[in-house]
């Protein structure tokens, strides 16, 4: 059983449009974190997001946690080929370890 | 500041040979470290966690192994690969008590032929 599902699973876009990822979970996070990962390197941590209604930017990028703390969504404005990349998402219950999501890989064409 | 460090960046072993990664951590004291596994650039399968010295928890059943014989070492191993144990592998740390944040190593791209 997947803990967190992310969608879209894959998504391309011209440079500039505007795009949404989801994250969703039936489980109550006390804490949720996005992350970038380029081809052949390590996911990057992006933010993380422990209130719930939490919104938080990071430029051009931004996070928002669910009311009820059981999913996030990442918002992209005037995307750029430099934001290409997979995003994962991650929850966290407390003294366990972080569950990942499959990902979104984005794709931004110039 | 605290780094990472995993080696090999690429390994080729052929079916049957034993396997040692390992991962250091600079910069902190008693983080949790992590491996991980990823299959074709998707989301990450948890293989083994461990929050102190010795104290390894495994998460899925299979041919591979994990120690921590120092505080900010870990190693993933195994005795004989299969051609399934193919895939990108990443090691990772969090501060525990700090937060649950993980801060990942380049990863080990392993090919078993």
């Known amino acids: 059983t997947q803990l967190l599902e992310q969608s879209p699973q894959f998504l391309s876009i011209q440079e500039g449009e505007n795009l949404t990822v989801y994250c969703n979970s039936s489980?109550?996070?006390?804490?949720l974190q996005w992350y970038r990962q380029e081809p052949g390197e390590g996911p990057v941590l992006l933010v993380t997001v422990v209130t719930g209604g939490e919104v938080k930017k990071l430029k051009r990028l931004t996070f928002q946690f669910g009311d009820a703390r059981k999913d996030s969504s990442l918002h992209i404005t005037a995307a750029q080929p430099g934001d290409t990349g997979l995003y994962l998402c991650?929850?966290?219950?407390?003294?366990?370890?972080?569950?990942f999501g499959k990902g979104t890989r984005l794709s931004v064409i110039a | 500041s605290q780094t990472i460090h995993q080696w090999p960046a690429t390994l080729v072993q052929p079916v049957g040979s034993p396997l040692s990664l390992e991962c250091t951590v600079e910069g902190t004291s008693n983080p949790n470290l992590y491996w991980y596994r990823q299959a074709a650039g998707r989301g990450l399968q948890l293989l083994f966690y461990s929050v102190g010295i010795g104290q390894i928890s495994s998460e899925v059943p299979q041919n591979l192994s994990a120690s921590r014989p120092q505080d900010r070492q870990f190693i993933l191993s195994s005795k004989k690969l299969l051609l399934s144990d193919s895939g990108f592998y990443l090691c990772a740390w969090s501060g525990g008590r700090g937060g649950p944040e993980a801060f990942f190593g380049q990863g080990t791209r392993l090919t078993v032929v």
């Open positions: 489980s109550v996070f006390s804490s």
């Open positions: 991650a929850g966290w219950k407390g003294n366990t370890p972080l569950v």
